[in-house]
């Protein structure tokens, strides 16, 4: 499986009052891995440590938190996310819509992940938009959580 190439992606912060959130709108080219076509997406991410009101508003959603669990109350505190993603550290949760799998990423090599899970958050977001599984973000450290009632990672 081939992952899709990022042609670019872009991010302009979007001014926030109050609240305790951080709102992009990202602009996103991929180069489809089969086809060679291109698929532009543009969307909000909200960042945010508490569901705030900004959060209704994203198309993506990232907040501090760990496990499956984590990824399935932020998802069903707003339905409307196509992709949210709570991460603890060097893991990250990912989850399409409030009732998609959840997968999970280990970010690996030295430095610290800042930042990674918001680029990585969006990018799933744009291979959803273009029509790529998710399984398309790349077979290493990509590790399908197990559901029901099991440890919380």
Known sequence: MTPPAVVSQTALTLAVEGGDAEAHRVRTVLLHPESGTLSVDEHV???CSAPTGWTA??????APGSGARGAARLAGSCPGALVVAVHRGT???LRSGPLGPVLLFEARGPGRPHGRWDRLASLAH????AGLPLTHLGPAGVLP???GAGPDY
């Open 45 to 47: 991410r909200v960042r």
């Open 57 to 62: 508003l994203g198309d993506v959603l990232v």
């Open 91 to 93: 893991r990250c949760w």
């Open 126 to 129: 744009s291979c959803l938009v």
């Open 145 to 147: 959580c197990r559901g």
